[in-house]
């Protein structure tokens, strides 16, 4: 640029905005990058050099000025001219046919299309638009007036400073400022390694750095919008909310690409259903799933009843998060000798069921968080996953709520506990302690271990405090009588046991070293032990240095094994576990069933006959590799229902598709069903 007048300059600085608006887009709005990061980069510094030069020619759309103006002492305030309003709400089908009933009456005929859209859980804004340049953007606020955050909205990747096509002169379009999960978690993870205070859930974080008076801050957080309404406009807007949707796409807005036209109350009324299920699945958090008379014409004939226009509604799903007080902090001690805390909590029900404990993980997550005991806190269920404290609601403490200390003493044993710098976690040392011992059991005879039925959590611990069984291979000494002898315990329970804990010597050597319960050691790492090494015997001779040039196993993960394996009450469990009549047998898969070796699979969207778990898992079983994203390196898209970017990403790189049928027959019958051969090694 050296040496540009400022004609050239001028004329360049334009060339290189509207080339950087461009992959802008197709990066944040379309998720289909044309450049690498570098080539993005190179363009990005030379328009730097030049506005730096030539200060006059930055114009507020060019995309250097999204890295966040000056900050601010305080918002302005935005009239809106059209009110933001808010939705009625249904909670279960009967109130969604109560809302289309109401509608169809006054509609005057029975069916009408409608539009669907997830509700997203993020921050309601206005955007303006002058002359196809973002001049203003504003919270909601009371609906009438809102505060002014252009400055931190132009540094949202996904709102385009100026638009493409031919749009209206003058319009004001409406949408949902979020956080991804993915992103979330990425930033609370940064955070907490600068021990700064923690986000309870992407929500708070996007309202909060949103709501930040330096857009510097703003610029940092991983913000997106998904726009889903047309507010005013000057000009000609199509009849159709969807196709508003689409028109808006058209410009370079980010609708959501999940928002779906039905023409019948059932058809809309599956959607929701299948949103149900399907919003784990999701990178952002939904609360519901909003349903639109498809014709705007409409709107202006059904009006609003106070806030809630009769034209829209939002279906609610139960609530993933939920307020309640923690009455006390306990700490049980796991297999590993971990002391876990654990919440006490008053009943609450969250995402439809209750709650009365939940995990609290460990004793520096308590602080940093800084959960006291007695305080109103934020409870969560996502899931399948166990309910989990997420943060205090600290304006709402009295002053009498006391901060949790771990204790100094084993609450089993009394053992003195010793904390692990590298873990954050505080263990009991004292592998006779009955706590560990029981928990230890248990693991042994679970599923994907030992398989003992009829040895869960209770049974083991009838059998310690009994004094029948003191550690995992006295398991294999039990007789008959003796378990017969034990209280709600008749003689054929008692036989049914003996035949299940006889059957359990001829477990497979993976499900053995699972059962030992070696800290770090899984079953996906039992596995990877059993392979190299065949047998029990190789497992427990092989030095820290030997376990390490096992694949997949890390110096962590190998010093475990290695101390649990030098350990002589270990090496006398494992020599006890074999005169018993334990014989853990390996036999390595069969190369035949290696069909997807040497294949990179990623699976997009829904499947009709698997789960997307259960395909993954299916990949891996056969020796393929499963990806997350589509790269060069990615051989082949699985393609389900709704699939997302990664379809036109795959078409873009060139990496060939397989529909639900097409990928059957890979797992049925390997390369063969793509018309290849296999590598030859
Ligand atoms: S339409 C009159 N569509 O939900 C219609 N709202 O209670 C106004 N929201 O504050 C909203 N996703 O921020 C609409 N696809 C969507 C939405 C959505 C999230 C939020 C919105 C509003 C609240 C309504």
Redesign the pocket.
């Known amino acids: 640029m050296a040496g540009l007048n400022q004609y050239e300059a001028r004329l360049r600085s334009e060339e290189l905005r509207s080339q950087l608006n461009y992959h802008n887009y197709r990066y944040y709005v379309l998720d289909t990058p044309e450049v690498s990061d570098a080539e993005y980069d190179e363009l990005m510094d030379e328009l730097r050099a030049i506005e730096r030069e030539f200060p006059e020619l930055i114009t507020p759309d060019s995309p250097t000025q999204r890295v966040g103006a000056e900050p601010l002492q305080a918002f302005g305030v935005v009239e809106h001219r059209l009110p933001?309003?808010?939705?009625s709400n249904c909670f279960n089908d009967e109130e969604l046919r109560a809302w289309h009933r109401r509608a169809s009456d006054r509609v005057g005929h029975g069916e009408f299309p409608m539009t669907s859209?997830?509700?997203?859980?993020?921050?309601?804004v206005a955007l303006v638009y002058e002359g196809g340049t973002f001049v203003q953007g504003a919270t909601?606020g009371d609906g009438q007036r809102g505060e002014n955050i252009t400055a931190n909205l132009r540094t949202v990747k996904s709102i385009p400073l100026a638009l493409s096509g031919s749009p209206p002169s003058r319009f004001e379009v409406?949408g949902?400022v979020y956080m991804t999960k993915s992103g979330f978690e990425a930033m609370n993870a940064e955070r907490a390694d600068r021990g700064e205070p923690l986000f309870a859930n992407p929500r708070n974080a996007a309202a909060g750095a949103v709501r930040q008076l330096d857009p510097k801050v703003t610029a940092s957080r991983p913000l997106s919008i998904?726009v889903?309404?047309l507010g005013w406009c000057d000009g000609p807007r199509p009849e159709s909310h969807y196709e508003v949707l689409a028109w808006l796409g058209d410009m370079g807005l980010r609708p959501?690409p999940a928002a779906r036209r039905h023409d019948t109350l059932a058809d809309a009324a599956d959607r929701v259903s299948w949103w149900g299920h399907q919003r784990e699945q999701l990178d952002y958090d939904i609360d519901g799933v909003?349903l639109?008379i498809d014709d705007t014409r409409e709107w202006d004939r059904l009006g609003v009843v106070g806030r809630e226009?009769r034209w829209?509604t939002?279906f609610k799903f139960p609530a993933q998060q939920r307020t309640t007080k923690l009455r006390a902090i306990h700490v049980n001690v796991g297999r590993t000798g971990a002391l876990n805390p654990f919440a006490e909590l008053e009943p609450v029900v969250v995402g439809g069921a209750t709650v009365r404990m939940a995990t609290l993980h460990n004793e520096g997550d308590i602080h940093r968080k800084d959960i006291r005991i007695g305080d109103t806190v934020i409870v969560q269920r996502a899931g399948e996953v166990i309910p989990q404290v997420v943060a205090p609601v600290t304006s709402l403490r009295k002053g009498d709520e006391q901060v949790f200390v771990m204790p100094s003493e084993c609450p089993s044993c009394g053992t003195p506990v010793l904390k692990d710098p590298a873990e954050a976690a505080v263990y009991c040392l004292n592998t006779a302690c009955p706590a560990q011992q029981i928990r230890l059991l248990e693991h042994f005879a679970s599923r994907g271990a030992m398989d003992i039925e009829g040895l869960g959590e209770r049974m083991a611990y009838t059998l310690f405090r009994e004094g029948l069984v003191r550690d995992i291979a006295e398991v294999y000494e039990l007789t008959v009588a003796q378990l017969a002898a034990l209280e709600r315990m008749g003689p054929k329970s008692a036989e049914n046991l003996v035949a299940g804990i006889e059957k359990s010597k001829e477990r497979p050597l993976t499900n053995v070293l699972f059962a030992l319960g070696i800290r770090h050691v899984g079953f996906e790492t039992a596995r990877l032990l059993a392979d190299h090494f065949g047998s029990l015997e190789g497992v427990l001779a092989a030095s820290i240095d030997v376990l390490q040039e096992v694949e997949g196993i890390g110096p962590v993960v190998a010093e475990s094994i290695a101390s649990w394996t030098s350990r002589s009450e270990n090496q006398d469990v494992v020599r006890r576990l074999l005169a018993a009549g334990v014989r853990p047998q390996h036999s390595p898969p069969p190369p035949s069933t290696q069909l997807l070796a040497g294949l990179t699979i990623v699976v997009t969207g829904r499947l009709e006959t698997m789960s997307r778990n259960e395909a993954e898992d299916r990949i891996r079983e056969l020796g393929g590799k499963v990806g997350s994203a589509i790269t060069r390196g990615t051989d082949l898209l699985v393609v389900g229902e709704e699939a997302g970017s990664k379809l036109p990403r795959a078409a873009q790189l060139g990496v060939r598709t397989a529909d639900e049928a097409t990928f059957a027959r890979l797992l049925r019958e390997g390369r063969a069903a793509l018309g290849e051969s296999p590598p030859t090694a």
């Open positions: 933001l309003l808010s939705l859209e997830p509700k997203i859980d993020g921050l309601a909601r409406r949902e998904y889903y309404q959501n909003v639109k226009p829209a939002a």
